[in-house]
């Protein structure tokens, strides 16, 4: 209650007590936990951080565009997209790297198409995004299986796996670039263009907007068709980084990827919120997990803390208003 | 003059099945039974019955549990996650040779143990007022966590010979299950007729008109997810019986299927409407689809395919008939 007081008397936005929440931890974990190692070491674990930030915060964005789109709009196949978009670049790569852009155009293709599936779903034929998303995790899952059929399953071509690991310019990677200008297009798609406008206005009144003349299944439909895409996208960066395919390769980040819209303060109704506070969101979760890790937390009290660390965010900015109101 | 009577006959079958949620799952059913019988024909034998109806039970109960919380215009995404958490500690609570007095009493912390979980998420979602489905999204993750610290790697045990009588069970030769299903739906409309029941839709149907009109809301929801845990934690005792351990994973994919099944019942997921039964047939309709899936030669490869495309379709019909109703409508 106290941080929601001081939310408003200060005029801190959510994006920017994230952000200052994953400084903060990072300091914090920097100097009492990993030991003081000077300057350099710091930077060193910075970078690293943020290197791993980059594929939790471009999956995210995917589950930022659908909550933003509201109607309870939820993306639960981020997970299954990441990984089979993954597995069809690898599967093409096939560790050479002559098919590398067919590659990911393949897997971007898978992507958008699943994701396109799930806004017709939802906007056209209604079913609940909850249930048409966890529909098609199952086929997407499917589709996995039937793809791998016990086989090896190829890997990410060399030159892949240095764009996206090795650093490139000032010590950061292949993977935080990317991340940098594809914040920087979401942040135009959100704030610039007519598609962005619309987006917010469906989130926070369907009705008014469709009498506005926007036209809301449209819209819809593309911010599920983007969600889908964009997980491909995280999943391609993400063969690049692992090098292999496996099952579990995507399925780590689905819950992740909501807490991180969560924690960056974009409401669960829709139509209020920004990417940047998900980048900020998916920092803290990456340097929580770090700290987590180092302290040699066991799997299941880290899948506890990571649950209880949702429920309070949600408790301080996802409260609905009482009915006497 | 064959134009006109197809015409006429197209346009009662629009009438007949304009607002008619529970012909699809019927529908369903009837097909899904049929092509399950052509292809096993010994299902009807108690012991085939008897067998396939213990499998289905945890579900049948997850789903019961579902449709509790929808009706009541909220959701639980945790009740696998809390079916976990109590088999995990019932069978490392029991041994191979517990009596059948500590059966009972670890039985019963069990039940409290899910209904304390349910509570847990009735706190957050009608006191605190947090969203429901994020909100047990998240305890899911909590609970199967516990359940991991609980129950590490699969195994186990339950009283042996509680299980086998579990197995064998059939009163007047009709296996159990079909006794524990008749009970449920004893129950369920005893529950229906009181005046919780009665406050169970009115709160789906709508929260304000509720409110206004002097229904305790917020408790009545909270009790229904409380329900709910206990439900869970009672499929969780059905679950451990038929198999004699668990695995504290087991109940996180349990948890999709129990929202499939519900919303296959033809119970809405705005609340306010449905019931129990239709579950339960959402729940055998699945259960068939799989039958059927493993019972032809696709290789095991492909079925899980097979098996989410065709529940995808079941799930995506009615969007498809509502599409088909709109049009006619703008028509005229």
């Known amino acids: ?325 | 003059m064959t134009f006109v009577t197809m015409a006429a006959l197209k346009d009662n079958l629009k009438k007949f099945t304009q607002n008619k949620t529970f012909l699809l799952p019927l529908l369903l059913l009837v097909i899904t039974l049929s092509v399950n019988f052509f292809l096993q024909p010994k299902m009807f034998d108690t012991r085939v019955l008897g067998g396939n109806l213990r499998s289905y039970m945890p579900l049948i109960f997850l789903a019961v549990a579902q449709t509790f919380v929808i009706i009541n215009g909220s959701i639980d995404l945790a009740v696998g996650a809390e079916m976990s958490l109590v088999a995990a500690f019932l069978v490392t609570r029991l041994s191979e040779t517990s009596t059948l007095g500590e059966f009972v009493l670890i039985l019963l912390a069990g039940i409290g143990i899910g209904m304390l979980a349910g509570a847990f998420n009735g706190l957050a979602v009608s006191y605190i007022r947090l969203p429901a489905f994020i909100t047990s999204y998240a305890s899911s993750y909590i609970f199967g966590g516990i359940a991991l610290l609980v129950l590490p790697r699969p195994g186990g045990n339950m009283p042996l010979d509680l299980a086998d009588a579990y197995r064998h069970a059939a009163i007047l030769g009709i296996p159990f299950g079909i006794w524990v299903i008749a009970l449920i739906l004893i129950v369920w409309s005893v529950v229906r007729a009181t005046r919780y029941g009665t406050f169970l839709y009115a709160v789906g149907g709508s929260e304000k008109s509720a409110y206004a009109s002097g229904v305790p809301v917020s408790q009545n929801r909270f009790v229904t997810h409380m329900v709910a845990g206990g439900i869970a934690a009672i499929a969780a005792v059905f679950l451990a019986l038929n198999t004699g351990s668990s695995d504290a994973r087991i109940g996180d994919a349990m948890t999709l299927n129990s929202v499939v099944a519900v919303v296959l019942g033809g119970t809405l997921m705005s609340g306010g409407s449905g019931g129990v039964a239709g579950s339960i047939l959402g729940v055998l309709i699945l259960s068939f689809i799989r039958n059927i899936v493993s019972y032809t030669n696709i290789s095991t490869w492909i079925q899980p395919l097979v098996d989410a495309t065709i529940i995808l379709i079941a799930i995506a019909s009615p969007g498809f008939i509502r599409l088909f109703h709109r049009k006619e409508i703008k028509a005229k």
């Open chain 1, 1 to 325: 209650m106290s941080a929601m007081l001081n939310i408003q008397r200060k005029k801190l936005s959510p994006p920017l007590i994230a952000f200052l929440l994953a400084v903060a931890l990072f300091l914090f974990s920097s100097f009492f936990i990993a030991g003081g190692t000077g300057l350099h070491g710091i930077a060193d674990r910075g970078l690293n951080i943020l290197r791993i930030s980059a594929f939790l915060g471009i999956i995210a964005a995917g589950q930022t565009l659908v909550i933003l789109s509201g109607g309870e709009g939820i993306d639960l196949s981020v997970g299954t997209t990441v990984t089979l978009a993954a597995m069809v670049a690898g599967w093409i790569c096939n560790k050479q790297d002559q098919n590398i852009w067919i590659a990911l155009l393949a897997g971007l293709a898978v992507g958008t198409i699943i994701g396109f599936i799930n806004g017709i779903g939802i906007a056209i034929l209604k079913i609940h995004p909850l249930i048409m998303t966890l529909s098609i995790s199952g086929v997407t899952t499917g589709v996995m299986l039937a793809i791998y059929q016990g086989k090896v399953l190829g890997g990410s071509g060399p030159n892949m796996t240095r764009l996206i690991s090795l650093p490139i310019f000032g010590g950061l990677s292949g993977a935080v670039i990317i991340w940098i200008l594809f914040s920087i297009l979401i942040w135009v798609l959100l704030t610039r263009t007519r598609y962005g406008k619309n987006l917010f206005a469906v989130g926070n009144n369907r009705n008014a907007s469709r009498l506005s003349g926007v036209r809301v299944p449209q819209t819809v439909i593309i911010a599920y068709t983007l969600s889908g895409l964009i997980a491909a996208l995280g999943g391609f960066a993400l063969l690049g980084f692992t090098q292999t395919v496996y099952f579990t390769l995507g399925g780590a980040y689905l819950f992740p990827s909501i807490a991180a819209v969560v924690i960056g303060g974009t409401t669960l109704s829709g139509g209020e919120g920004s990417y940047w506070g998900t980048m900020s969101g998916a920092l803290v979760l990456t340097v929580v997990d770090s700290i987590l890790t180092s302290i040699q937390l066991s799997p299941p009290a880290r899948q506890i803390i990571l649950g209880v660390i949702l429920l309070v965010v949600i408790t301080v900015y996802g409260r609905q208003r009482s009915l006497r109101q």
